[in-house]
Structures are given as structure tokens and as C-alpha cells.
């Protein structure tokens, strides 16, 4: 069992995992507070009802959030010894800013927020949720900033072999982290949009399902009662604003994914051309766009090289547009790039103890180009989807309700998964094309170019096989059950619609009320 590759399998599960929560924590942060403001200004209830509604799922995801993200910086110690004392002193900063700023600011504030409902001052509780969602937002920099040091070393100086920080202001305006965090963000308010659109979604499905709501000969929709407040016409208003705000969010956020995305592509071509060149198949130097291209394993037992890819449809002059924003700049390919990678770092790894069983082998520059060339288009395909779902369905929904199509609700409610989808197969293809260096080396001839460490180099070298095996399966199995837990947590909620985070709408409704919302395990929140 090699350690070393059992340990990028355990931290690559529990980051995917993790990142699950983190997109929808950021932008349904932003989005709640939006919604309070909402309720502040109009004096409206549908907003207030939102804000509880969704501040209760919201919640559920924050906990799990914390819960499964404290493992990746535990991990740094257990599986990646030789990598934490590598860029110990240049990773210590921006994960203390995350700890003592943002994470501070998130659950301080967060804390105000949940238990302050009729007992701060309703601006204090209002600033409370907008500090609580700025503090995510400074938790997601300051993590990026850690990651962007990674794919681009910058305010250092190697002493003893080691880098040492000598400007941190550098490393948190590293320019490959201030494209990284707006691409970040986008990504998380499409993972909000799509959330509030399904979501939405399946309650005016379920209303026109109930007979609550119909449509006139014109298609637009006949808003009803029950008498009951669950069902009443605030709640066809909270559904039909969160409908229509989890739409746009959705278009919005792609469009912005779309053009920081393409900002980053451009100076990662800069940066790590061969992580680009292995996204795009790119054996040879050009100018074509391949829309799709295959590999031929028959022949090297599961192994992709430049031999193997077959093109079969390419776009000429887009890749150099994509690149340098015009049609005939040739765009270096792999086999340009390897011979340059090899003159700069070598061709074999060195023989130190360090590399263990790996010293003195050759070395492989080319990321796996499997993962880097689909991990690339399912990013953008998924984005792609979520955003034709939400423009599709804000047009069948254009005359205030849905359809009671039974397919179609299904369908607004896997839509929830894509924006997921692409957050994650984006971390894959970012993480993964910088392989084989833990910490990329900085081509740019004016900065600091003896920085970089091979991934080979960072697992711990005390840590056996086995030992990171049972670490795997242990995490793996943990994590799985409370995926099992989260998803049922949440399908629970937005089954219970507004009154899972507002049960006292139904006190003078039912006498029962008051006992289930004792036992719920999460009435503290209100």
C-alpha cells in the first residue's frame, strides 16, 4: 500500500466532501441577510418568513460545515507532515487570519443572530447576520489565499531550504488569489440560486398539486387559501419571491463564474501552462478549442500520454482567443511544455529518503489528463445546466406559478445538484493539474523561482500504509453518515416548509405545536 497515494485519496474525499457545504454556507449567508434587509426596509412578512425558513437550513449546513472542516486541518499534521513543515511559515498566517478574524466574526455574530430574535435591537440583529456573512466571505479569502500560495509562491525568500515569509501583503494580494476569489463566490451564490430555486420550486408545485393555487384561462396563476397561515397567501409570496430570487441569482452567478473563470484561465496559461495544456488535450502547439476528445487505452494498460488522445471536434482560433484574446497566437502544448518543465526541474527526482521508494525515479510533469481534461468540462457543463434550468424555469414560471408536472418538480430539484457538481469537479481540476508539485514553482522570470515541492516529498514519513488506510476508511465511513444525516436534516425542513422554521404560526392552530416544537432539535435557533 503506498502512503503516498492513499493519502491524496483521503484528503481528496474529505476536502470534496467538505466543499459541499462550504459554497452553499457563503452564498445562502449573503442571501439571508439579503432576505432580513428585505423584511427591515418593506415591512413585508413573506421576507421574515424566508429568513427563518431558509435561516434554518442555513444553519443545518453551517454546523456540518464546521463539523467536517476541522479533519483538513488535522490532516496537514497527520498525513502531510513534510508539506506543513515546508509552508509552515507561510500557511500559518492566512489559516490564523481565517481562525482568529473570520471564523470569529462568523460564529460570534452567528451566535447574536440565532438566540438575539426579540432580544437585541432589531438593526444589531440585522448587522449581526451581515458580520456573520461578511465573515464567511473574509474565511473564504483567507483560505484562498493559503491555496493561491500553492498554485503561485509569492513574499518569500528560501532560507535553509525552507520558504520563510517576508511579506505577507503579497500573499494576500497574490494575483492568482484575487482572481480565484471572485470565480469562488460566483460559484457559491449559483450553488444559493439553485437551492432557493428548487426549493421554491417544489412548494408552488405542491400547492397547485393541493388545489391551494390554480391558473385562469391565461395561464396566470389564482392565488388560494386553506385558512391555515402554513398555507395562506404569505406563503404563496415566500415561495414565489424565493422562486424568483433563486432564479436570477442563478443566471447572475454563472455570467460572473463565466467571466472570472475565464480571467483565471488566462493567467494560469501564465502560471502552470501545463495544467491548461493537460485541460485541454493539448499535445501539439495551436490555436483549436477541443469540444471533445478521447482517449485510447487499448494499448497502454490505463495510462493516458499524447499518443492515446484522438480529437474528434475543435474549434480553430478559440483556445488562443480564450488565451490571449485574439485567433492566431499558438497556444504551447504538452510536448513543447514537458521538455521546458524538465530543463527547469529536472528530470529525476532526487535521491533523498524523503521521496521514499520514489527517490531517484523520473518524473512525471503531466497531470492526469483524464481528470484534468473532464474535470475542466464538467465544471462548465454543469454550471451551463444550472443556469439553463433557472432561465427555463423563471420563463414556465413567468405567469406566478408552476407546473403541475410531477417530472418537472423532480427535475428543479436535481437542478439543485449541479452548481454543486461543478464547485466540485472546478476543485478537482484546480487541484489536480498542479500535480506533480504540492506547491507549484513560479515560471514568471521577474518573481521567485526557486519555490516548489513535489507532492512525492510532502506525506509524513513516520505514517505506514495501513495506518492512513484505516484513517481512510474511518473518515470515509464518518463522512458518510453524515452526508445520511445532513440530507435528511434538510429534506425534513423544506418538507415542513415555513413552519419547520416558524412553528408558531400554527400555535393557535394546533394545540400539539407547542410539544413538537420542544423536541425539535433545532428550535433553539428561534
Not at 507561510?90 to 487570519?97: D, E, N, S, Y
Not at 430539484?413 to 452548481?419: C, E, G, H, R, Y
Request: with cysteine.
Amino acid at each position: 500500500m503506498d502512503p503516498l497515494e492513499l493519502a491524496r485519496w483521503q484528503f481528496g474525499i474529505t476536502t470534496v466532501y467538505h466543499f459541499l457545504m462550504v459554497p452553499l454556507t457563503i452564498g445562502l449567508g449573503v442571501v439571508l441577510a439579503s432576505m432580513q434587509t428585505m423584511w427591515h426596509i418593506t415591512g413585508h412578512e413573506q421576507y421574515l418568513r424566508m429568513t427563518k425558513f431558509f435561516g434554518k437550513l442555513f444553519l443545518i449546513n453551517f454546523i456540518m460545515g464546521v463539523a467536517t472542516g476541522l479533519v483538513q486541518e488535522f490532516q496537514f499534521g497527520m498525513a502531510w507532515s513534510e508539506y506543513s513543515r515546508f509552508v509552515g511559515d507561510v500557511f500559518g498566517a492566512p489559516l490564523a487570519m481565517e481562525a482568529l478574524i473570520a471564523f470569529f466574526m462568523e460564529s460570534v455574530f452567528l451566535g447574536i443572530w440565532i438566540f438575539g430574535w426579540g432580544r437585541v435591537r432589531p438593526w444589531i440583529h440585522l448587522a449581526s447576520l451581515w458580520a456573520a456573512a461578511i465573515g464567511s466571505m473574509f474565511s473564504a479569502y483567507f483560505i484562498l489565499a493559503a491555496n493561491a500560495w500553492m498554485q503561485h509562491p509569492v513574499g518569500v525568500e528560501m532560507v535553509d531550504g525552507r520558504p520563510v515569509l517576508t511579506d505577507i501583503w503579497a500573499v494576500l494580494t497574490n494575483n492568482t488569489l484575487l482572481v480565484h476569489f471572485p470565480h469562488t463566490v460566483f460559484g457559491a451564490l449559483a450553488v444559493a440560486g439553485g437551492f432557493l430555486f428548487g426549493v421554491a420550486w417544489y412548494h408552488l408545485y405542491r400547492r397547485r398539486v393541493q388545489g391551494i393555487d390554480s391558473v385562469d384561462t391565461d395561464g396566470k396563476v389564482m392565488v388560494g387559501t386553506t385558512g391555515s397561515k402554513a398555507s395562506d397567501e404569505t406563503d404563496y409570496r415566500v415561495w414565489r419571491t424565493s422562486f424568483r430570487w433563486g432564479g436570477w441569482i442563478a443566471l447572475v452567478a454563472f455570467l460572473g463564474t463565466a467571466f472570472s473563470g475565464h480571467a483565471q484561465a488566462q493567467l494560469m496559461i501564465e502560471q502552470q501552462p501545463l495544467k491548461m495544456a493537460a485541460a485541454e488535450a493539448a499535445c501539439h502547439d495551436g490555436t483549436a478549442f477541443s469540444v471533445f476528445s478521447f482517449a485510447d487505452l487499448r494499448n497502454t494498460d490505463g495510462a493516458t500520454t499524447c499518443d492515446d488522445i484522438v480529437g474528434v471536434f475543435e474549434i480553430p482560433g478559440l483556445l488562443s482567443f480564450l488565451a490571449y484574446e485574439d485567433f492566431t497566437t499558438p497556444v504551447d502544448g504538452v510536448n513543447t511544455l514537458i521538455p521546458e518543465y524538465q530543463e527547469k526541474y529536472g528530470t529525476h527526482l532526487p535521491d533523498d529518503p524523503m521521496y521514499g521508494d520514489r527517490a531517484g525515479s523520473e518524473i512525471d510533469y503531466l497531470p492526469v489528463m483524464e481528470v484534468t481534461y473532464w474535470g475542466f468540462r464538467l465544471m462548465i457543463t454543469f454550471g451551463g445546466m444550472a443556469a439553463l434550468a433557472a432561465a427555463i424555469g423563471l420563463w414556465l414560471g413567468r405567469k406566478g406559478t408552476v407546473p403541475t408536472n410531477k417530472w418537472l418538480m423532480r427535475l428543479a430539484l436535481v437542478q439543485i445538484t449541479f452548481s454543486f457538481f461543478a464547485n466540485s469537479a472546478g476543485w478537482i481540476f484546480t487541484e489536480m493539474g498542479r500535480q506533480p508539485f504540492v506547491v507549484a514553482p513560479n515560471p514568471d522570470p521577474t518573481g521567485i523561482d526557486q519555490v516548489w515541492m513535489y507532492t512525492a516529498a510532502a506525506v509524513s514519513p513516520g505514517v505506514s500504509g495501513g495506518e492512513i488506510l484505516f484513517s481512510l476508511i474511518a473518515l470515509t465511513l464518518i463522512y458518510a453518515v453524515l452526508l445520511v444525516v445532513e440530507l435528511w436534516l434538510l429534506a425534513r425542513y423544506i418538507r415542513g416548509g415555513v413552519p419547520a422554521g416558524m412553528p408558531e404560526l400554527l400555535a393557535d392552530e394546533d394545540n400539539d405545536d407547542e410539544e413538537r416544537h420542544d423536541k425539535d432539535v433545532l428550535a433553539f435557533a428561534y
